[in-house]
């Protein structure tokens, strides 16, 4: 007989988030009891893009570089309590992700796991040109791609998961499908029942940034404040047989679970709320009730569904040039004159590269611009503790190297009293959009101990 419950459980929101997350929660998954499944939501719009830079240095790099950490601590526990785990770990590189928790497992002395991975959303090799031109037409040529990849939905996981795998790895599939993906699995519905879809997705939207919906991101001293903001307990969905979910969180944990932390998450990155659209269903959430049930408990219900839409959104990153950053600072009396005429001294001597961004970390930053127009519209202060910073792009990294020279110039050739520089170059990445035919994306599955499924 079917459990009518699932919990799922989110112990990352990002790459580079908290890897001590996922002891608390397989803990509480354990202790429930039932159908359990383990999610880490590792990518960002250019975590992909830096994994396929790794890879190209190293074939057997390209997948999460915390994975080790992510995995290690919990997996004998997960496999011993029957906890599946799916994740977007393996970025560029699901299958070396997939070998290297094989690798885990034997080198902990487990039980070999049942390793699925999912493959299809990769575009950025030649074979794909044409579908990306026919997406991007004439702008195609002019970029020099570094990763495209398709968002990718729920089925592929769920097929996994009926198979038997205990960890189901993939690549770009959309955050919310890592939610959709178990529940689809563990009820059975039918895949255009949209309704339940879309509650499904909410569901896995409302995990997918980890502690954002425990007080994470929201705490506000005096306004929200949030308990326990450096032991933050990571969130868990009870999904129910219909898709209507309870989120809470492990016991003992900081943080915070109530209307507000839910409604703030509920909301985050949706554009329209009456047409979220995702490769599973496009959810509509202008009928949702959001309803406290106990302490750090909160009930997401009447979410409807349409059908999901024909096309995929594509990520193309493509190399956009040399992004160079030189700081120095100043203090005491006059500091933020000094640190104006600095930036003053830069903007000539650096005229060929172009709009320089100019920023007083302090006095205005945030709301500054590229082009270094807002510090000219910011009435000069009195700020005795000023940090000066100076980006700029370009597309020769000789030229964008002239301003950290010009930078440490500021030493000796600048204001008095400046000290404390730091510069420094990088390759910077561009990011274009695009939608292709999901006919286009044909998504597949495998054990990695075999080739096709």
């Known amino acids: 007989m079917m459990e009518p419950i699932l919990r799922v459980g989110c112990a990352a929101g990002f790459s580079g988030d908290r890897t001590d997350a996922a002891g608390p929660v397989v803990d509480a998954l354990a202790a429930a009891g039932g159908p359990a499944v383990l999610i880490f939501e590792t990518l960002a719009e250019r975590t992909l893009a830096l994994a396929q830079l790794a890879r190209r240095h190293d074939p057997g790099a390209g997948y999460e570089p915390l994975l080790d950490d992510l995995v290690r601590p919990v997996l004998a526990r997960c496999l011993a309590a029957g906890i599946r785990i799916v994740s977007n770990f393996g970025a560029a590189n699901p299958d070396g992700a997939a070998r290297h928790i094989a690798r885990i497992a034997r080198e902990l002395g487990l039980r070999a796991p049942r390793i699925a991975v999912v493959r299809g959303d990769d575009l950025s090799g030649p074979a794909s040109r044409p579908v990306l031109a026919a997406a991007l037409g004439d702008h195609l040529g002019g970029l020099a791609i570094v990763s495209a990849n398709a968002y990718i939905g729920a089925e592929a996981i769920a097929d996994a998961l009926v198979a038997g795998a205990d960890v189901v790895v993939c690549g770009r599939v959309a955050d919310p499908s890592l939610t959709v ?39 506000d001293p005096g306004h929200k404040d949030v308990p326990g903001l450096a032991s933050l307990g990571y969130p868990i969905a009870e999904i129910d047989a219909d898709g209507h979910c309870t989120i809470t969180k492990p016991p003992g944990t900081g943080g915070r679970i109530d209307i507000h932390t839910v409604k703030e998450q509920l909301l985050y990155e949706v554009h329209d709320p009456a047409a979220y659209l995702t490769p599973d269903v496009v959810a509509d959430i202008m009928g949702a009730t959001v309803t406290e049930t106990g302490p750090d408990r909160v009930r997401l219900a009447g979410v409807r569904g349409h059908p999901r839409p024909d096309g995929l959104k594509v990520n193309v990153c493509v190399e956009a040039g040399w992004f160079a950053e030189g700081e120095i600072s100043y203090a005491g009396a006059r500091a933020e004159a000094r640190a104006r005429l600095a930036a003053d001294v830069l903007r000539e001597r650096l005229a060929v590269l172009g709009p320089l961004r100019v920023d007083l970390i302090g006095v205005t930053s945030v709301l500054a611009d590229d082009g270094g127009r807002a510090l000219a519209d910011h009435p000069a202060g009195d700020a005795r503790d000023v940090r000066l910073r100076v980006a700029a792009n370009h597309p020769d990294r000789g030229t964008a190297e002239r301003l950290g020279r010009e930078v440490t110039a500021l030493y000796t050739c600048g204001p008095a009293g400046g000290g404390g520089v730091r510069t420094s170059v990088r390759p910077r990445l561009g990011t274009v959009s695009c939608s292709v035919p999901r006919t286009e994306v044909p998504t597949t599955w495998a054990f990695i101990e075999e080739t096709t499924a």
């Open 181 to 219: 993906g178990p529940a689809l699995a563990h009820f059975g519905w039918d895949r255009t029942d949209w309704d339940r879809l879309a509650r499904a997705t909410m569901a896995g939207h409302l995990l997918e940034c980890g502690a954002q919906v425990t007080g994470g991101y929201y705490a």
